[in-house]
Protein backbone atom coordinates (compact mmCIF):
# COMPACT_ATOMS: atom_id res chain seq x y z
CA UNK A 1 0.00 0.00 0.00
CA UNK A 2 1.42 3.62 -0.49
CA UNK A 3 1.22 5.75 2.14
CA UNK A 4 1.60 9.51 1.26
CA UNK A 5 1.25 11.60 3.78
CA UNK A 6 1.40 10.48 7.75
CA UNK A 7 1.27 12.32 11.00
CA UNK A 8 3.76 12.57 13.74
CA UNK A 9 4.28 14.44 16.97
CA UNK A 10 7.36 15.02 19.04
CA UNK A 11 7.78 14.43 22.67
CA UNK A 12 10.53 14.69 25.62
CA UNK A 13 10.41 14.96 29.22
CA UNK A 14 6.34 14.23 28.99
CA UNK A 15 5.69 17.51 26.64
CA UNK A 16 4.83 17.63 23.54
CA UNK A 17 7.39 20.19 21.44
CA UNK A 18 6.18 19.59 17.53
CA UNK A 19 2.99 17.86 15.68
CA UNK A 20 2.72 18.22 12.44
CA UNK A 21 2.47 16.17 8.82
CA UNK A 22 4.62 15.32 6.40
CA UNK A 23 4.30 14.37 2.77
CA UNK A 24 6.11 11.26 1.01
CA UNK A 25 9.86 12.87 0.28
CA UNK A 26 11.00 9.82 -1.79
CA UNK A 27 11.14 5.97 -2.41
CA UNK A 28 14.00 3.88 -1.67
CA UNK A 29 16.26 3.21 1.13
CA UNK A 30 18.70 5.44 3.01
CA UNK A 31 22.58 5.19 3.29
CA UNK A 32 24.46 7.23 5.51
CA UNK A 33 27.73 8.32 4.76
CA UNK A 34 30.64 10.44 6.92
CA UNK A 35 32.73 12.99 5.41
CA UNK A 36 34.52 15.99 6.91
CA UNK A 37 33.00 15.61 9.82
CA UNK A 38 29.63 15.83 8.10
CA UNK A 39 26.68 13.36 7.97
CA UNK A 40 25.37 12.97 4.25
CA UNK A 41 21.99 11.29 3.58
CA UNK A 42 21.24 9.87 0.25
CA UNK A 43 18.26 7.92 -1.17
CA UNK A 44 18.89 5.08 -3.06
CA UNK A 45 16.67 2.57 -5.22
CA UNK A 46 16.21 -0.79 -3.16
CA UNK A 47 14.18 -3.86 -4.33
CA UNK A 48 11.26 -2.85 -1.79
CA UNK A 49 11.70 0.63 -2.82
CA UNK A 50 9.96 1.71 0.75
CA UNK A 51 8.46 5.02 1.04
CA UNK A 52 10.86 7.66 2.83
CA UNK A 53 9.41 10.51 4.73
CA UNK A 54 11.51 13.60 5.73
CA UNK A 55 10.82 15.47 9.65
CA UNK A 56 12.86 18.43 9.40
CA UNK A 57 13.57 21.63 12.03
CA UNK A 58 13.07 20.41 15.11
CA UNK A 59 16.02 19.58 16.61
CA UNK A 60 16.66 23.32 17.97
CA UNK A 61 13.37 22.56 19.54
CA UNK A 62 15.16 19.43 21.88
CA UNK A 63 17.09 19.65 24.87
CA UNK A 64 19.91 17.29 25.15
CA UNK A 65 18.65 13.56 26.09
CA UNK A 66 15.94 11.11 25.38
CA UNK A 67 13.07 12.21 23.50
CA UNK A 68 10.53 10.15 20.84
CA UNK A 69 9.04 10.58 17.18
CA UNK A 70 5.36 9.11 17.13
CA UNK A 71 4.56 7.86 13.81
CA UNK A 72 1.00 8.17 12.73
CA UNK A 73 -1.18 6.39 9.76
CA UNK A 74 -4.90 6.14 9.87
CA UNK A 75 -5.37 3.76 13.25
CA UNK A 76 -1.99 3.00 13.38
CA UNK A 77 0.57 4.31 15.29
CA UNK A 78 4.55 3.34 15.94
CA UNK A 79 6.86 5.36 18.24
CA UNK A 80 10.85 5.33 17.94
CA UNK A 81 13.25 7.05 20.25
CA UNK A 82 15.93 9.13 19.69
CA UNK A 83 18.88 10.44 21.90
CA UNK A 84 19.90 14.49 21.72
CA UNK A 85 23.53 14.69 22.08
CA UNK A 86 25.61 18.08 22.96
CA UNK A 87 28.86 17.09 21.09
CA UNK A 88 30.65 20.25 22.32
CA UNK A 89 29.23 20.67 25.62
CA UNK A 90 31.16 22.22 27.92
CA UNK A 91 32.88 19.43 29.98
CA UNK A 92 32.09 21.70 33.70
CA UNK A 93 27.80 20.58 32.75
CA UNK A 94 29.19 17.04 33.33
CA UNK A 95 28.91 18.38 37.07
CA UNK A 96 25.91 20.03 37.36
CA UNK A 97 26.46 20.81 41.03
CA UNK A 98 28.90 22.43 40.32
CA UNK A 99 28.63 24.37 37.58
CA UNK A 100 25.19 25.92 39.10
CA UNK A 101 27.97 26.93 42.30
CA UNK A 102 30.12 28.61 39.32
CA UNK A 103 27.11 31.22 38.58
CA UNK A 104 27.53 32.72 42.13
CA UNK A 105 29.52 35.36 39.94
CA UNK A 106 26.81 36.63 37.70
CA UNK A 107 23.90 35.76 39.84
CA UNK A 108 22.70 36.50 43.44
CA UNK A 109 23.40 33.39 45.84
CA UNK A 110 19.63 33.40 46.33
CA UNK A 111 19.46 32.40 43.20
CA UNK A 112 22.38 29.58 43.36
CA UNK A 113 20.54 28.04 46.53
CA UNK A 114 17.31 27.84 45.06
CA UNK A 115 18.88 26.04 42.14
CA UNK A 116 20.17 23.64 44.44
CA UNK A 117 17.53 22.95 46.66
CA UNK A 118 15.79 20.55 44.42
CA UNK A 119 17.04 16.30 43.90
CA UNK A 120 20.57 15.83 42.66
CA UNK A 121 18.89 14.26 39.39
CA UNK A 122 17.32 17.18 38.61
CA UNK A 123 20.16 20.10 38.90
CA UNK A 124 20.82 19.95 35.36
CA UNK A 125 17.43 20.33 34.05
CA UNK A 126 17.39 23.51 36.61
CA UNK A 127 20.05 25.13 35.06
CA UNK A 128 19.10 24.40 31.41
CA UNK A 129 15.60 26.02 31.95
CA UNK A 130 17.24 29.01 34.37
CA UNK A 131 19.49 30.35 30.96
CA UNK A 132 16.57 29.24 28.96
CA UNK A 133 14.26 31.93 31.19
CA UNK A 134 17.30 34.24 31.76
CA UNK A 135 18.98 34.49 28.25
CA UNK A 136 16.24 33.42 25.70
CA UNK A 137 17.94 32.09 22.24
CA UNK A 138 15.26 32.88 19.90
CA UNK A 139 13.24 29.79 20.67
CA UNK A 140 16.44 27.57 20.48
CA UNK A 141 16.90 24.51 23.02
CA UNK A 142 20.66 25.09 22.38
CA UNK A 143 21.44 28.39 24.97
CA UNK A 144 24.47 30.72 23.45
CA UNK A 145 24.81 32.31 26.33
CA UNK A 146 25.57 28.89 28.30
CA UNK A 147 27.49 27.61 26.46
CA UNK A 148 29.81 30.40 26.11
CA UNK A 149 29.85 30.94 29.59
CA UNK A 150 30.65 27.27 30.76
CA UNK A 151 33.01 27.13 27.77
CA UNK A 152 35.21 30.30 29.89
CA UNK A 153 35.38 28.01 32.32
CA UNK A 154 36.53 25.13 31.18
CA UNK A 155 38.93 27.23 29.92
CA UNK A 156 40.17 28.61 32.87
CA UNK A 157 40.27 25.13 34.98
CA UNK A 158 42.61 24.24 31.74
CA UNK A 159 44.95 27.71 32.26
CA UNK A 160 44.88 29.02 35.65
CA UNK A 161 44.69 25.92 38.06
CA UNK A 162 48.38 25.69 40.24
CA UNK A 163 49.54 23.92 42.99
CA UNK A 164 48.16 26.08 45.24
CA UNK A 165 44.85 26.23 43.36
CA UNK A 166 43.28 23.08 41.46
CA UNK A 167 40.80 24.35 40.03
CA UNK A 168 41.43 27.46 38.04
CA UNK A 169 37.69 28.86 37.86
CA UNK A 170 37.84 29.72 41.64
CA UNK A 171 41.22 31.62 41.20
CA UNK A 172 40.83 35.58 40.99
CA UNK A 173 41.72 35.19 36.95
CA UNK A 174 39.56 32.38 36.70
CA UNK A 175 36.65 34.48 37.98
CA UNK A 176 37.50 37.78 36.11
CA UNK A 177 37.37 35.75 32.90
CA UNK A 178 34.25 33.94 32.75
CA UNK A 179 32.40 36.96 33.67
CA UNK A 180 34.05 39.38 31.02
CA UNK A 181 35.44 36.69 28.16
CA UNK A 182 38.67 36.96 27.37
CA UNK A 183 40.08 40.36 27.69
CA UNK A 184 41.71 42.44 24.40
CA UNK A 185 45.08 42.34 25.68
CA UNK A 186 47.66 40.98 28.21
CA UNK A 187 50.55 42.41 29.66
CA UNK A 188 53.33 40.94 32.26
CA UNK A 189 55.59 42.63 33.95
CA UNK A 190 58.03 42.48 36.97
CA UNK A 191 58.31 44.46 39.94
CA UNK A 192 61.69 45.40 41.56
CA UNK A 193 60.53 42.44 44.20
CA UNK A 194 60.56 40.04 41.09
CA UNK A 195 56.48 39.77 41.80
CA UNK A 196 54.72 39.16 38.17
CA UNK A 197 52.18 41.62 37.55
CA UNK A 198 49.41 40.33 34.56
CA UNK A 199 47.42 43.09 33.39
CA UNK A 200 43.89 42.40 31.35
CA UNK A 201 42.44 45.19 29.14
CA UNK A 202 38.72 45.13 28.26
CA UNK A 203 38.53 47.77 25.65
CA UNK A 204 35.14 47.88 25.42
CA UNK A 205 33.83 48.29 29.29
CA UNK A 206 36.77 50.35 29.91
CA UNK A 207 38.22 48.31 32.69
CA UNK A 208 41.67 47.33 33.46
CA UNK A 209 42.51 44.35 36.24
CA UNK A 210 45.69 43.70 37.20
CA UNK A 211 47.01 40.22 39.28
CA UNK A 212 49.81 39.76 41.09
CA UNK A 213 51.85 36.53 41.64
CA UNK A 214 54.08 37.39 45.09
CA UNK A 215 55.25 33.38 44.83
CA UNK A 216 56.13 32.54 41.49
CA UNK A 217 54.00 29.40 41.40
CA UNK A 218 51.27 30.75 39.27
CA UNK A 219 48.48 31.80 42.02
CA UNK A 220 47.74 35.73 40.45
CA UNK A 221 45.59 37.75 42.92
CA UNK A 222 43.79 40.44 41.86
CA UNK A 223 45.11 43.45 43.15
CA UNK A 224 42.37 46.28 41.19
Known amino acids: TSIFQVKYSIKQFDKIVKTD ?22 ISPTPNNNNVFKISNFSKLLSEGKAEIEISFKEVKKTFPIYVKWFSKPKVLNNPEYAIKLMSYIEDEEVVKTLLMDSEDKYYKNLCEFWEESFPSNGSKYNYAMNEYYTRADYTIENFSTLNSFDGAETDRGRIYITYGKPNSIERNYTEKNEILEIWQYEKLGRTFIFKDTSGTGKFILEK
Do not use: A, Q, R
Not at 22 to 38: A, L, P, R, V
Open 21 to 42: STSMYSKGGIIFSYSDNEVNLK
